[in-house]
């Protein structure tokens, strides 16, 4: 089974990025959201960190060029009815990917395949929303798409060996290393690493440290890239929320109980980065601690 047009659907964080890696490794890309303005904000993303890319020489201005090229966007779902795969890369909702799955399945050709993005929430469920559970799998990039080498495939009940080996393959063709795993809440990565963060939240929220103790004890002490509340940012806490929450309907264990502080922060508003607050302040020349 080849890939020749890849479609995706949401132009955030995680969508463009994805669809820059596909582009880049030479795939036909249609890139979808719910408004023109968030399409062409995701597709300027892209432009933006290809061009970084150049100037840090991993990878050459014609590379750039004809990745640009086979990027476009799609006006609605109907323009995925050539697509040979589409990655959903929607908020994790499984509401909102329920409906996206529903208006999808009518216009995609009988062998289309279809891959969500889902940092947590189970496959098998999702793939029972759609028309073609057998052709349906996870394939969890991780957060920057085009830096991040993993990804990780997780087949639900219904996901038959030949998606899975075109999953496999089409993982590689991207550059990307592969990590198999189950259909559990969470899958690997956002098991393990999710309640490291709220238990990094608990720890703020209890009064043993600082933002700033915190995320410098874990970076020095424990030789983290980044701290725990400053990760929680990035990622963003109302995804963290989403997962722990996933965590803890799906395993019934008081352990993934959600931190209140970082519910708090989410019903504020204060959802990292993106939001320009979190744990830190963002709105100036340098982050600074909200607490």
């Known amino acids: 089974m080849k890939f020749r047009k890849v479609g995706v ?62 990027l476009g966007l799609a006006e609605s779902m109907e323009n995925f009815e050539d697509a040979d795969i589409v990655i959903e890369s929607a908020t994790e909702s499984e509401e909102v990917k329920r409906k996206i799955f529903a208006e999808l399945c009518p216009h995609l050709r009988e062998d289309a395949l279809i891959a969500t993005n889902t940092s947590s929430i189970s496959i098998t469920r999702l793939a029972a929303s759609t028309d073609r559970p057998e052709r349906f799998m996870g394939v969890h990039f991780m ?12 087949r639900g009940i219904a996901t038959d060996d030949a998606t899975f080996d075109a999953m496999q393959d089409f993982a590689s063709s991207l550059g990307k290393k592969i990590a198999n795993a189950e259909d559990f809440p969470a899958f690997i990565v956002n098991r393990i690493l999710l309640p490291m963060i709220n238990e990094a939240v608990y720890t703020l929220y209890e009064g043993v440290g600082s933002v700033e103790s915190i995320d410098k004890a874990m970076k020095l002490g424990a030789n983290h890239p980044m701290g725990p509340l400053q990760l929680a940012d990035f990622i963003g806490l109302d995804t963290c929320l989403s997962i722990m929450q996933v965590l803890y309907d799906g395993l019934a264990d008081s352990k993934y109980r959600p931190c209140p502080l970082l519910v708090k922060y989410v019903e504020a508003g204060w959802l990292g980065r993106k939001a320009q607050r979190g744990f830190y302040d963002y709105r100036g020349e340098t982050p600074v601690p909200t607490r």
């Open 143 to 154: 957060n920057p798409v085009p830096v991040m080498e993993l990804v990780e495939l997780v």
């Open 9 to 70: 659907i949401g132009a955030g964080q995680m969508g463009n990025g994805i669809a820059h890696v596909c582009a880049l490794a030479g795939y036909e890309v249609a890139l979808y959201d719910v408004s023109r303005e968030r399409i062409e904000a995701g597709l300027a993303t892209i432009d933006g960190n290809m061009a970084r890319q150049v100037s840090s020489e991993r990878i050459t201005v014609e590379q750039r060029d004809k990745a640009l090229e086979l």
